[in-house]
């Protein structure tokens, strides 16, 4: 009996590794052009093997990215959390894992007008066009918001025209006139400051303070098809998140250089000098309740659904976050 016992704890370990080895160990994604992501960066760090990313193209849009995960183009993509809950209103098969983006003191996204303009409220803006990088996303629901504690009746707000511009055009069509407000964020925001001739009218950190905005979700099935690989996904970008978050930005900004050096696709790396921080709230991006209810009660009081619709506790899992112990005030679920 005593040679009985190392021989089915050797036969459950391999019976194990069988389940993992049958998993799906090949991640699609998409990018963004200059940028290097969070589960990018975890791949570099060695924390993500042995599951590996297998880049598709790049996206400038977020909705775009998550309805990329609902149609499997790609295995995860990450969206504003008001683009992610009307999509799981909408009865999308997925789930928010992990916490991506955000905004703080120093990562945060301004609404600009020329110097000169005579905007200085949100009433003003009524029947001005702005510029914003897709509908439905991040952008549009902060201009929403800023609007209505101005003052704007929805119908009122229906005379704001939205303009999708490119965020690298962004300030291009403020200057030249095509929009009278639009939206900055990060190296486009600090590089056209450098240039002068704006004014911040209002910003995301004005209207909320520092908060997670975004959240990376999977497919329902491929969770439940692929368990071990989701957790290594998650937990390996949750450990890169505190890498950037913990390390000095001269050492962040360095390996996202040589990142986007290596792997050659014809980009311009000079946005990375202007990276400042994280922006993520949450240690290693666990997700709280109040980053998806606020707009959850958003879509609500916009009419696109009914109250008690949704829950924001019911829709995110912090299950394979290695730092929800140690979170304080965050569902451990």
Known sequence: MKFLRPLLLVALWLGLAASAAAEQTELRYQGWTGQVTFPELAEDLGY??????????????????IQTVVTGDIDFGGAFNGAVAKLIAAHAPIKPVIAYYGVDDTTWNGYFVRADSPIRSARDLIGKKVAVNTLG??????????????????????????VVVPPVSGEQALRQGQVELTTLGGVLRDKALERGGIRKLFSDLDLYGNFSAGTYVLRDKFIKDNP????????????????????????????????IAQRKRNEDNSTIKYWKSTG????GGLIADKELQVWIDWLVKDGVLKPGQLRAATLYTNEFNPYRTEAVGVAAK
């Open 228 to 259: 071990a690989t989701a957790r290594r996904f998650v937990e390996a970008t949750a450990r890169a998140i505190e890498w950037a978050r913990n390390s000095p930005p001269e050492e962040v900004r360095a390996r996202f250089d040589r990142i």
């Open 280 to 283: 993520v709230a949450g240690k």
């Open 48 to 65: 993500l093997a042995p599951v590996k990313l297998e880049w598709i193209g790049n996206t400038i849009s977020g909705p775009q990215d």
């Open 137 to 162: 996303a991040h952008h549009e629901f902060m201009l929403r918001e800023f609007l209505a504690r101005g003052g704007l009746t929805p119908a009122e707000i229906q005379q704001v025209t939205l």
